[in-house]
């Protein structure tokens, strides 16, 4: 059974504090939604009243697709990297197996260069529960001249082995 897309003509789908109050007051946006046991899971980009970034999960019937109720954030900024010292944004998440799944975002970083975003990846080894970020450095390298100024947000497939983006 297919239920067919609503959308409110007098508000988002999800305004900026409608579902984590003051973490997500500036910018509630840029989500990525995949089905889950029968639900819809959500990850999107939230930003504080300060501009911190964080990735946030969400959820809903698949029978009720604009009722999401907020699961918390799950990626916070790293202080201690500078890649990603003002958090994450862009989320796109992939689940590789029944446990195992990457999130790849786009980092805001301390400014270097034109634009402050690099490419980064979470694990989450309980299916999108609890996620750990890679570690303290962006994922892409900026070292080709298509790449020098900045990476950001990205698709990544998964197919017979291979990761492709």
Known sequence: MTTPWQFPAASPVIAPGQLHGPLDARRASAAHVIERDGRYFMTYWGADAAGANRIFAAEADVDRPNDWRPLGP??????????NCKGPSFPFVLPVDDRHWLLYFCAWG????????????????????????????????????????ATGSLWVTHERGRFRM
Not at 121 to 146: F, K, N
């Open 74 to 83: 799950i990626l916070d900024p790293q202080p201690h990297a500078p890649y």
């Open 110 to 149: 301390e400014p270097t260069r034109k634009l402050p975003n690099t490419t980064g990846v979470a694990i989450s080894d309980d299916a999108g529960r609890t996620w750990r970020y890679w570690r303290d450095q962006p994922m892409l390298a900026l070292d080709r001249p298509y790449d020098r100024e």
